[in-house]
């Protein structure tokens, strides 16, 4: 019975698991953005964003602790210099599962990763996004029409008494 073991094995042995799971990372800390399963992405989460954090504090021992994850120097590079300045304010959720369809061949469910902050389209909607007002579908009232709405109730009430 497998009660209490959350997380994917992706039909794999735990080497070959590990091993994907690292050449995903390498891609998407040099690239930013990579097209993928579902099912490899989100176990791809939850093994990058944990060394995502570690890479915010620049010392000796998170750059060893995430090398000896990655196997990679120039993703440890680029993890370290570029992209933990970009998400240093950010308290978490660095990663973007965008789902795209499904595959011709497999029919397997695919999704493009990114990492939030690089993304400029989302970044700026979501500013811009912001700053506009809501609109509502419902109709409103004009606003003397609504100030006559407001009066009569009160005078209806003041006749009654």
Known sequence: MRHGKKHNHLGRQRGHRVALLRNLSISLVEYKRINTTVAKAKALRVFLEPLITKSKTNSTHSRRTVFSNLQNKEAVK?????????????????????????????????????????????????????????????????????????????KQSNEEE
């Open 78 to 154: 680029e993890l370290f210099e570029n992209i933990s300045v970009k998400v240093a304010d950010r308290p978490g959720g660095y990663l973007r599962i965008v789902r795209t369809g499904v595959r011709k061949g497999d029919g397997a469910e695919t999704a493009m990763i990114e990492f939030v902050d690089y993304n400029e389209a989302y970044s700026a909607g979501s500013i811009s996004g912001a700053k506009k007002s809501r609109r509502s579908r419902r109709g409103k009232k004009s606003g003397a029409a609504a100030a006559a709405a407001a009066v009569t109730p009160d």
